[in-house]
């Protein structure tokens, strides 16, 4: 238990430490005029005026007052430590302090003191106290009503609220100005994420569509994407065909045209074909005069010899041996 307390009351000062830092952020802020503040006109007994923003004072001329500002020569300051104690518990413990070292008893003063955190985790409370007589009088003199505000003057440029309902009241107005600046602040922030996350939004729009085209274009696709593939499948056939068809040589055309072509004293012992390359061995009467003939004839290409002619004297002819290369007469060039 002790251990769960221990840990519990570490929190609470840590809490505590927290919302002083940041309200004297704000105070530092205001300070230089970056964050909103409650503004009153104070009227000093003596009739100055002074415009308190938070706990500044600055002396203006002109204006209705609304709160009174108490001369340093009527004010009694001072400061003292507290242990640590937790910020609600807080203003109990200065009153019973304030018991003690004012001159006069609480109920004849008017107080105004501020508290901050000091390095052993307790509170420093700077404290001041004037006379509730001068204050009655001086609301009097002002002419303002018992319940406005009263300020106690600090030093050259600060001015401390005094303690009752005036505290409360100035609270609410400052934490709903606090409220308005935050929200500012985040319209501002939310004005300047819009156009870094336009591209954001684009990038992810993009995403969903090739998720939603994935999920339902692409299973409706499967069917013609399946058809293409079997007609690029026939396409490469086809063409591997043709290729072949233009590779292999056409017996019976070429056939056709050594019939033709050859005279009636000559024919063939031996035909020989691969791919559209043509040997040919046989007898002629003049294999000179053969070759020539033969060489005129389209389809026949690139004519030569491939043995030496001899005479046969059994024939009375000349053995020939020729190659050629078959060329279809359409394209007029030989097939590669």
């Known amino acids: 238990m002790s251990a769960a307390s221990g840990a519990l009351t570490r929190a609470r000062a840590y809490w505590d430490g927290l919302v002083w830092g940041l309200t004297d ?14 503004t ?35 004010v009694l ?34 107080m105004a003191w501020r508290a901050q955190p000091d390095e ?15 204050v009655v ?38 934490r709903r100005l606090d409220g308005l600046a935050i929200g500012g602040l ?34 409706m696709a499967a069917p013609v994407r399946k058809k293409l593939d079997e007609l690029h499948q026939l396409a490469k056939l086809s063409d591997a065909l043709t290729a072949e068809r233009q590779l292999s040589l056409p017996v019976a055309s070429a056939l056709n ?18 791919d559209r390359q043509v040997r040919m061995m046989g007898l002629a009467s003049n294999a000179t005069d053969l070759m020539t003939q033969l060489s005129k004839v389209p389809e026949f290409a690139e004519l030569r010899t491939t043995a030496p002619t001899v005479r046969d004297e059994g024939q009375s002819r000349e053995r020939f041996s020729f190659e050629f290369t078959w060329r279809d007469a359409e394209s007029g060039a030989p097939a590669k």
């Open 77 to 110: 300051w001072g400061e003292f430590t507290l242990p640590a104690v937790g910020a609600a518990a807080l203003e109990g413990a200065v009153s019973e302090a304030l018991w003690r070292v004012s001159p006069l008893p609480p109920d004849q003063v008017v």
């Open 120 to 134: 052993l985790g307790g509170w420093r409370v700077v404290w001041g106290v004037c006379p509730a007589r001068v």
């Open 186 to 219: 985040v319209l501002v922030a939310l004005a300047l994420m819009i156009p870094l996350s336009v591209p954001l939004l684009l990038k992810r729009q993009a995403v969903v569509r090739s998720m939603t085209h994935m999920t339902t274009v692409e299973p």
């Open 137 to 174: 009088q001086g609301l009097a003199q002002v002419q303002l009503t018992d319940d406005a505000p009263v300020y106690l003057v600090q030093g050259d440029e600060q001015a401390l609220l005094a303690r009752g309902a005036a505290t409360a009241l100035q609270r609410r107005q400052q």
């Open 25 to 38: 952020l704000r105070r530092w802020l205001g300070t230089r005029g970056l964050w909103p503040e409650v």
């Open 257 to 274: 045209r050594l019939a033709e072509k050859l005279p009636e004293d000559a024919w063939l012992d031996r035909l020989e074909a691969s």
């Open 40 to 74: 009153r006109l104070a009227l000093t007994p003596q009739g100055a005026r002074w415009r308190i923003t938070g706990d500044r004072r600055t002396r203006v001329e002109g204006g209705v007052p609304e709160a009174l500002l108490i001369g340093e020569p009527d």
